[in-house]
């Protein structure tokens, strides 16, 4: 069962160029929505994070909008660079005052080229 | 910078055989999490623990256990590995109570189940 959908697999954008990766959620109660970003050989790590009482988050090039009636949340990168090239993954969760759960996405292979 | 360890980069095992995942961290974290990535699946939330000794189930336990025998120090177990565990298994770990929690990841064990 697949909670959060992520799209496109994979991605090819020209240095400079805004590669924007969407996400779907169906579980209304999810209320923290985070990005990783993954390197090859490394594990995954905080890119930048948003909560459904804002529509949009913007940390340096990297950008988060969110719409909650539609249940959708995408990333955007600013002025893309080679050094951006990297899986990405949205996810979902639900903090259960213990830990937060999170589900994933299914990630987003993006290569920026010069 | 917080650290999070895992034994052994590279693993290969055989069928039926006992195989333990060692993961260390070094930040004092209450929570621990074990994850599994596949391509095309993302990140799967097999087992965490938001305290010693203490285990809740994710979104996919079958064929897996944990020890949390220490704080900084959790375990994963395939009490017989088969080849469909063959998988890339990160472990992360956080602290609850923050604003956004935040995991951090190790950078990974590449097992393979021959």
């Known amino acids: 069962q697949q909670q959060v959908k992520q799209s496109p697999q994979s991605l090819i954008v020209q240095k400079g160029g805004i590669p924007i990766i969407n996400c779907a959620y169906e579980?209304?109660?999810?209320?923290?929505f985070p990005w990783y970003q993954q390197f090859p050989g490394k594990g995954p790590a905080l890119l930048i994070a948003i909560r459904p009482d804002v529509s949009e988050k913007k940390e340096g090039r990297f950008t988060i909008s969110f719409n909650k009636s539609a249940k959708q949340f995408s990333l955007h990168i600013m002025d893309s660079q080679p050094g951006d090239s990297a899986t990405y993954f949205c996810a979902a969760s639900i903090n259960t005052g213990t830990a937060s759960k999170l589900t994933f996405g299914t990630g987003t292979r993006l290569q920026v080229t010069l | 910078d917080v650290k999070v360890t895992q034994s052994s980069r590279y693993l290969v095992k055989r069928t039926g055989e006992k195989v333990f995942l060692e993961c260390v961290q070094d930040m004092d974290h209450e929570n621990m999490f074990w994850y599994r990535q596949d391509p095309g699946l993302g990140l799967r939330l097999i087992y965490f623990s938001y305290d010693v000794k203490m285990k809740e189930k994710g979104d996919i336990p079958e064929g897996y256990s944990v020890s949390r025998e220490k704080k900084e120090r959790f375990s994963l177990i395939l009490e017989s590995a088969s080849t469909n565990q063959t998988s890339m298994y990160l472990c992360?770990?956080?602290?609850?109570?923050?604003?956004?929690?935040?995991?951090?990841f190790g950078s990974g064990t590449q097992l393979s189940v021959l």
């Open positions: 579980n209304t109660a999810f209320d923290y």
């Open positions: 992360a770990s956080s602290s609850p109570g923050q604003p956004n929690e935040k995991l951090f």
